[in-house]
T-cell receptor
Framework: NAGVMQNPRHLVRRRGQEARLRCSPM?????VYWYRQLPEEGLKFMVYLQKENIIDESGMPKERFSAEFPKEGPSILRIQQVVRGDSAAYFC???????????????FGPGTRLTVL | QKEVEQDPGPLSVPEGAIVSLNCTYS??????FMWYRQYSRKGPELLMYTYSSGNKEDGRFTAQVDKSSKYISLFIRDSQPSDSATYLCALLGLDKLIFGTGTRLQVFP
C-alpha cells in the first residue's frame, strides 16, 4: 500500500509564475489536508478537502491560493503569481475519515519544496 | 498568544541520554495530543498520540499529557544517533492539526 504521494518533490518558479502542487492520498483515504512549513517554523494548516468539496480553508491566504480535490485524480494546490514569500515546503496529508469520537491519523507525504526566484 | 508553544532548541545530547521535549498549549478544549518526528527533508511521521491526560509508553518513548497545566511532554530513553531529528508536538482540532514549531534534537555518539 503506497503512502501519500506528492509531486513534484522540488519546484522552482520565478516571481509571477504559477505553481501547481499535486497530492495523491493513500489508497482508501478520501480526506486530504495541505500544510505549509516555512523555514524555521512549524507546519501550518492551510486547507482540508474531501472529494469535490472544500471543508475548511481557514488557513489559506485570501488571494492567489486555491485548492481542489476532484472526483478523479490527485488533489491540487495552486499558487498564482508566486512571490518570494511563498518559498516553503508544502505537505499533503490524508486520512480515511474524520470523527469527533475516534482518532484518525493523518499520514503525511514527503512534501514539495517550492523555491521562488 | 500562540496556540502551541515549543522550544525550538537545538538540543544536543550524548548517546544514551534521557531526552525531555515539551510543549504548552492555550486551549483547554483539545483532547488529542500527538508527537511527530521529522527527519531532514522528509515529511512528518507520527510517533505517538495520547487522548486526554495521562501517560503512554511505546518502547523507548513515553508521552505525557497534563491537561490541568496544559503541558505535554515526550521522553526518549537511551537516546540513539538515529533519534536525531526534529520533534513536533501537535494538537488535533476538529479537522486539522495545530503544530508547535518543533525541537531539533541531535544525539551524538
Amino acid at each position: 500500500n503506497a503512502g501519500v504521494m506528492q509531486n513534484p518533490r522540488h519546484l522552482v518558479r520565478r516571481r509571477g509564475q504559477e505553481a501547481r502542487l499535486r497530492c495523491s492520498p493513500m489508497k482508501g483515504h478520501s480526506h486530504v489536508y495541505w500544510y505549509r512549513q516555512l523555514p524555521e517554523e512549524g507546519l501550518k494548516f492551510m486547507v482540508y478537502l474531501q472529494k469535490e468539496n472544500i471543508i475548511d480553508e481557514s488557513g489559506m491566504p485570501k488571494e492567489r491560493f486555491s485548492a481542489e480535490f476532484p472526483k478523479e485524480g490527485p488533489s491540487i494546490l495552486r499558487i498564482q503569481q508566486v512571490v518570494r514569500g511563498d518559498s516553503a515546503a508544502y505537505f499533503c496529508a490524508s486520512s480515511p475519515e474524520v470523527s469527533a469520537v475516534t482518532y484518525n491519523e493523518q499520514f503525511f507525504g514527503p512534501g514539495t519544496r517550492l523555491t521562488v526566484l | 498568544q500562540k496556540e502551541v508553544e515549543q522550544d525550538p532548541g537545538p538540543l544536543s545530547v550524548p548517546e544514551g541520554a534521557i531526552v525531555s521535549l515539551n510543549c504548552t498549549y492555550s486551549n483547554s478544549a483539545f483532547q488529542y495530543f500527538m508527537w511527530y518526528r521529522q527527519y531532514s527533508r522528509k515529511g512528518p511521521e507520527l510517533l505517538m498520540y495520547t487522548y486526554s491526560s495521562g501517560n503512554k509508553e511505546d518502547g523507548r518513548f513515553t508521552a505525557q499529557v497534563d491537561k490541568s497545566s496544559k503541558y505535554i511532554s515526550l521522553f526518549i530513553r537511551d537516546s540513539q544517533p538515529s533519534d536525531s531529528a526534529t520533534y513536533l508536538c501537535a494538537l488535533l482540532g476538529l479537522d486539522k492539526l495545530i503544530f508547535g514549531t518543533g525541537t531539533r534534537l541531535q544525539v551524538f555518539p
